[in-house]
């Protein structure tokens, strides 16, 4: 079954959330947090976001962000794919 698809706005405001296949873990230690972080603030750079707080868990995370373009896939993909 497809994921609905999401609607993307400018400067609207986003409750993100991923998790690891299975539940699984996604991070094994603070470095892997750590280069998560570095990556994630990379593409809000990149992608013109603005973000307002996130929560790392072991297997998976949680932030609140503002999407200034409309540009929610394009930023997700680059930072799941990454």
Known sequence: MSRPLCLEFPNALY????RG???GNIYENDDDRL???EI???VVVDYNWLYYGYCLMDNHYNFI???L???LSK???QL???
């Open 15 to 18: 409750h993100v959330t991923s």
């Open 21 to 23: 296949g299975r539940r």
């Open 35 to 37: 280069r998560f972080l």
């Open 40 to 42: 994630l603030e990379t």
């Open 65 to 67: 962000i503002e999407i």
């Open 69 to 71: 373009d409309g540009n």
């Open 75 to 77: 930023g997700m993909r």
């Open 80 to 82: 799941n794919g990454v």
